[in-house]
């Protein structure tokens, strides 16, 4: 079984400073990580993933998170947040079982930009 | 760039009522699958889709659920008799390989 954990339900931040969300997750196999982002009534976006490889994985809006396979972490970080970023961002993991992946979602944290 | 769509985006019903939510998946995709978000909690699984049967299902995803590709391109799922606890966000997705493009979302409200 497989599980993730979002530390944080909320993560208040002023504009232009810098913000990590913390994401553990728990799995006996190999994992494949994501982190999605839903902005106020809209559907999931996916921000980022890793899969395999480099440990550093960009994404999109300037957003970036390290695997880190001995902490089971997998931290998303921002060095400068703007307004539009205010949403929610989920952290996911999947195992390939079978020819198929189900994604088991974190809680989710609430990132709220303060101008 | 391709994306998944949903219809409606929002459904309003009575309890007992039958509700069917529609998916159009990526044309080039595989697998299926359709999540739901109970407004303040997190996404939840309900049921993956491939090869014209469920490959898996949550424990949610009980008998009043059902999911079916009538036409090859559509992916529905069906709730017989609506119960007020289904009122939520439902995700559809699909996949190639290993990570889901989701939908927009409907939003059923069950009254």
């Known amino acids: 079984a497989q599980s993730v954990t979002q530390l944080d339900s909320q993560v208040p931040v002023f504009e232009e400073a810098p913000v990590e969300l913390r994401c553990n997750y728990s799995?006996?196999?190999?994992?494949?990580l994501f982190w999605y982002v839903q902005y106020p009534n809209q559907g999931l976006q996916l921000l980022l993933k890793?899969?395999?490889?480099?440990?550093l994985v960009k994404g999109i809006n300037g957003f970036e998170a390290e695997f880190n396979k001995s902490q089971t972490s997998f931290h998303l970080r921002k060095p400068s947040v703007h307004i539009s970023d205010t949403a929610e961002y989920f952290c996911?993991?999947?195992?390939?079982?079978?020819?198929?992946?189900?994604?088991?979602f974190g809680t989710g944290t609430k990132l709220q930009v303060i101008p | 760039e391709p994306e998944v769509t949903q219809t409606p985006s929002h459904q309003v019903t009575q309890m007992g009522q039958e509700v069917i939510l529609r998916c159009v998946p990526i044309?080039?995709?595989?697998?299926f699958y359709w999540y739901r978000q109970i407004l303040g909690q997190k996404v939840e699984f309900l049921v993956s889709?491939?090869?014209?049967?469920?490959?898996?299902k949550s424990e949610i995803f009980d008998d009043q659920f059902s999911v079916e590709r009538p036409d090859g391109s559509n992916f529905t799922l069906k709730i017989r008799s609506t119960k007020l606890e289904d009122s939520a966000m439902y995700f559809c997705?699909?996949?190639?390989?290993?990570?889901?493009?989701f939908g927009p979302g409907t939003r059923l409200t069950v009254l």
């Open positions: 799995s006996s196999v190999s994992v494949y």
């Open positions: 996911a993991v999947s195992s390939p079982s079978g020819g198929y992946q189900k994604v088991t």
């Open positions: 889709f491939y090869n014209n049967e469920i490959s898996e």
């Open positions: 890793y899969l395999s490889g480099s440990t």
């Open positions: 997705a699909s996949s190639e390989k290993v990570w889901g493009i």
């Open positions: 044309s080039n995709h595989l697998y």
